[in-house]
């Protein structure tokens, strides 16, 4: 079965970090695209970053660059987001997503994304 978990979410003081993990089960992440998006309450899911399979091209949303790192552990299946200096706009559900062509081209458009993770909560909040 075809599963992507991620982990790492929590209640973090404005200033802090977090590390999310985005874990794979059923198929091999090292050929896919990964993007992490985020759904604060209200909002639409936007997307965070993306890094690519072969050349492992990264990108971000403008706003967050600096911030947040995307990498991946292909021997671990495992993608992760690495989120520092933490807002509280920061809050909402994360979600990564696997992208099969293995591109981030068009990373932003979550149609672009066969396979979704539950999500997980970031909260930043004193």
């Known amino acids: 079965q075809v599963q992507l978990v991620e982990s790492g979410g929590g209640l973090v003081q404005p200033g802090g970090s977090l590390r999310l993990s985005c874990a794979a089960s059923?198929?091999?992440?090292?050929?896919?695209?990964i993007g992490w998006f985020r759904q604060a309450p209200g909002g639409e899911r936007e997307g965070v970053s993306c890094i690519s399979s072969a050349d492992g091209h990264i990108y971000y949303a403008p706003s967050l660059k600096g911030r947040f790192t995307i990498s991946r552990d292909n021997a671990k299946n495992t993608v992760y987001l690495q989120m520092n200096s933490l807002k509280p706009e920061d809050t909402a559900v994360y979600y990564c997503a696997a992208e099969r062509s293995g591109s981030c081209s068009r990373w932003y458009l979550r149609y672009e994304y066969e396979y979704w993770g539950q999500g997980t909560q970031v909260t930043v909040s004193s």
């Open positions: 059923g198929f091999t992440l090292d050929s896919y695209a």
